[in-house]
């Protein structure tokens, strides 16, 4: 069972930012939060990841609560391209345990025109 | 810069058929390499890893197999299909914080 909650479904209007949100409510304190998408019938993109601390990159910002147990994903100014299904995923940080990756559902973002 | 590559994009296989994709990787040297499979309407779900030549860990038991015959060669079979093979095959890399996914293999069993 995935160790995050995320809705099934959001819009956005094109230009607007998109405010993606992940509970993972029982967040051990050595496990990092990660972002990723996947546009339709493509491989998995990696977007940021944190630990405590907001994050920003060039493709988005990441907000992650005092207490942890959940953290928002920030697309500033989103474009038709970032239609995706976007997942929320906390593991132990270390290239070993990428094979703990636990993947949901994720968050199917429908950017509008 | 590293690339992955998958191949073939697409296959259509009837079923007790062998079966064999392969991934590469270039650009990077001794990678962790992972296998995943998503199925219509699922999230993705760890097959095999690897962490060198002729390293295979297997995640479920399965119908398939793998082998890494080469450092940045990963290879996924099996000797009959099921329907149940149907299904998106993505190959991936590791490093310590991010995993690079190739472009996918879209298996349908018939």
Known sequence: DAKTTQPPSMDCAEGRAANLPCNHSTISGNEYVYWYRQIHSQGPQYIIHGLKNNETNEMASLIITEDRKSSTLILPHATLRDTAVYYCIVRVGGAGNNRKLIWGLGTSLAVNP | ?110
């Open chain 2, 1 to 110: 810069s590293q690339t992955i590559h998958q191949w073939p994009a697409t296959l259509v296989q009837p079923v007790g058929s062998p079966l064999s994709l392969e991934c590469t990787v270039e650009g990077t040297s001794n990678p962790n390499l992972y296998w995943y499979r998503q199925a219509a309407g699922r999230g993705l779900q760890l097959l095999f890893y690897s962490v060198g030549i002729g390293q295979i860990s297997s995640e479920v038991p399965q119908n398939l197999s793998a082998s890494r015959p080469q450092d940045r060669q990963f290879i996924l079979s099996s000797k009959k299909l099921l329907l149940s093979d149907s299904g998106f095959y993505l190959c991936a890399w590791g490093q310590y914080n991010e995993q690079f996914f190739g472009p996918g293999t879209r298996l349908t069993v018939l």
